[in-house]
């Protein structure tokens, strides 16, 4: 019998709402505590979840003896110093994408984790959908053959707000590290590798974040993927991925439903798969699950993959010379 896991949620802003309407179909999984620095909001986070547990501040999440996990929903620059003090307080962590600022510091909390012996993962749920779990299943048995080409784009027009994370530097804004992620992941996820090569160019607006930028990847027996990013435009979120034998397509493929896959010489078919509530049930389940077996991280998104993953965003900004105020 698995063992309820108690949850703290370290922050509550727009994403920890949407994760934990997603606990609540885990019977499993109890939403324990949540902290909040900003006035009044854990107490409305708190209500709207029925918790019973409700701070102020983050270090009294992580000295409460009753949860067993914390997520980490704090803007991108707070990651870091959020997640080393729930480590340093022996508490096991899954944190939001993107993991961290920079390859640095993701260094430094893998090294904490595993010498603390807790368990720490990047909350990349795109990878726990149903759809992905089968689409994988899909290029294990090599059902497009040699895949030689990934194609994908992430744009959301968002209005100019210069203190807003996704334009402010200071919150660690930026289109790379809040879409273009999603991209970039799955590009590690079904190519199974890092690009050996990088070719990239980005858009500065007026906060000096990037905007607008494209990548041209290149692996080392001539595979390749084109990606891009953007939160000032409108793109479809559609990925294809492109074999020897086939090619499929993923609509919404960082919350896929459906699959489209044609096959040389067949008809296109479409295969449906949809996901139960939020859809970051799934990587909670994931999280409750390794917690369960006494497992330090997960098979599904490895922390050696997410400290790759943030070596290929640190080459892109060092490609456009882009650093964080006080990297
Ligand atoms: N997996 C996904 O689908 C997904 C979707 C959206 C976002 N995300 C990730 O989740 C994280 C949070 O995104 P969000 O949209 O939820 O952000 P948000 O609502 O703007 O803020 C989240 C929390 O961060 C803290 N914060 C925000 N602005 C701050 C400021 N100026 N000064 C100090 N603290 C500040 C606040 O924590 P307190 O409550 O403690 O005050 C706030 O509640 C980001 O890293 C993002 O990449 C993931």
């Not at 854990?42 to 019973?52: D, H, L, R």
């Not at 895949?147 to 994370?165: M, W």
């Not at 917690?291 to 290929?312: H, Q, R």
Request: include cysteine; glycine fraction near 8%.
């Amino acid at each position: 019998m698995s063992k309820i896991i108690k949850w703290g949620i370290l922050g509550c802003g727009r994403i920890a709402h949407k994760f934990a309407e997603g606990l609540k179909v885990l019977p499993d999984a109890i939403l324990e505590a949540v902290a909040s620095r900003t006035e009044g909001k854990a107490e409305s986070f708190g209500k709207t979840f029925g918790v019973k547990n409700i701070y102020k501040n983050y270090e009294e999440l992580v000295k409460n003896p009753t949860v067993d996990v914390i997520y980490i929903a704090t803007t991108h620059n707070f990651h870091y110093e959020n997640a080393l003090l729930c480590l340093n307080h022996e508490k096991p962590v899954l944190c939001e994408k993107p993991f961290t600022l920079n390859a640095i510091q993701a260094e430094e909390l893998i090294k904490t984790a595993r010498n603390n012996n807790l368990f720490l993962m990047e909350a990349m749920w795109t990878r726990f959908l149903p759809c992905i779990v089968k689409l994988n299943e899909f290029l294990d048995e090599g059902i497009l053959g040699e895949i030689q080409h990934f194609k994908a784009d992430f744009g959301i027009k968002q209005e100019l707000e210069p203190k807003g994370r996704s334009f402010n530097p200071d919150l660690g804004g930026g289109a790379l590290l809040d879409l273009g992620i999603y991209p970039i992941s799955f590009a590690r996820m079904i190519y199974k590798q890092s690009p050996s090569k990088i070719n990239s160019s980005a858009y500065f607006g007026e906060t000096r974040v990037d905007e607008k930028s494209c990548y041209l990847f290149e692996y080392e027996n001539g595979q390749t993927a084109m990606l891009s990013s953007s939160n000032r435009l409108i793109m479809p979120h559609d990925a294809f991925i492109f074999g020897t034998k086939g090619y499929l397509e993923i609509p919404k493929f960082y919350h896929p439903s459906k699959m489209i896959l044609e096959l040389e010489g067949k008809r296109k078919k479409t295969i449906k798969i949809p996901f139960k509530s939020t859809g970051y049930n799934y990587e909670a389940k994931e999280v409750m699950n390794r917690l369960n077996a006494g497992k330090l991280e997960s098979k599904i998104m490895p922390l050696d993959e997410t400290l790759e993953i943030m070596k290929t965003m640190d080459i892109l900004r060092s490609q456009w010379h882009f650093k964080y105020p006080g990297e």
